[in-house]
């Protein structure tokens, strides 16, 4: 059980194009969403935080207008990377929660590695 | 601000070798701990986790680690690596009063048979 999928798991786009990442826990319902950005050899940084019908709460550094969160449904959290630009490359992990306001219980998605020309 | 650090960020070890993995983090306050693992093109899963009660915690596939509150450590032991052992190690630290995880900059090992 606890299996959170994302999709794509890989996209490659033009420089000024936007794009939507999915991340859908398959087996529970998540309260609250998680979205990470990593850099090869580095670790994970948190973006930002999503609580199912609210808005998302974004770490200092990251731009709320640039990376847009939706948490529509209890099983259904968007990342859109709106005009993006190369230096947007990077690998995007979301993890999903079952408990509100408790991060101890995150089960982690595949990852979706984007690439911008 | 809560940090978490890692010293190796590369090992290398022979099968039936003995392994540990730092971890030290910055917060002086209650602390839950974490380590995750990343196999080769898979997920971060979930390792074991510190939050109260005995300082030493197992978790799967034989792992354990050590809460040393005087050391702000909380290293990964495991007495006999595989060959399937070989991935990324995360060290995490729940920050404290909110529901977000710190993550050290990982481990990666590699296991030679």
């Known amino acids: 059980g606890a299996v959170v999928s994302q999709h794509p798991s890989r996209v490659i786009c033009k420089s000024g194009t936007s794009v939507k990442i999915e991340c859908r826990s398959l087996?529970?319902?998540?309260?609250?969403m998680f979205w990470y950005r990593q850099f090869p050899k580095q670790s994970l940084m948190l973006m930002a935080t999503?609580?199912?019908?609210?808005?998302?709460?974004?770490e200092q550094g990251v731009e709320k207008d640039k990376f847009l969160i939706n948490h529509a449904s209890l099983t259904l959290s968007t990342l859109t990377v709106t005009s993006a630009h190369p230096e947007d490359s990077s690998f995007y992990i979301c993890?999903?929660?079952?408990?509100?306001?408790?991060?101890?219980?995150?089960?982690f998605g595949p990852g979706t590695r984007l690439l911008v020309l | 601000a809560q940090s978490v650090s890692q010293h190796n960020h590369h090992v290398i070890l022979s099968e039936a070798a003995s392994l540990e993995l730092g971890c030290n983090y910055s917060?002086?306050?209650?602390?839950?701990l974490f380590w995750y693992v990343q196999y080769p093109g898979q997920h971060l899963q979930l390792l074991l986790k510190?939050?109260?009660?005995?300082?030493l915690v197992k978790g799967i596939k034989g792992f354990e680690a050590e809460f040393i509150k005087s050391k702000f450590s909380f290293n990964l032991r495991k007495p006999s690596v595989q060959w399937s052992d070989t991935a990324e190690y995360f060290c995490a630290v729940l920050s404290g009063g909110y529901n977000k995880l710190i993550f050290g900059a990982g481990t990666r090992l590699a296991v030679h048979p």
């Open positions: 510190y939050f109260s009660g005995d300082p």
């Open positions: 993890s999903a929660s079952p408990v509100a306001g408790v991060g101890e219980t995150q089960y």
């Open positions: 999503s609580n199912e019908g609210s808005k998302a709460t974004y």
């Open positions: 917060y002086g306050g209650t602390v839950n």
């Open positions: 087996d529970f319902q998540a309260t609250t």
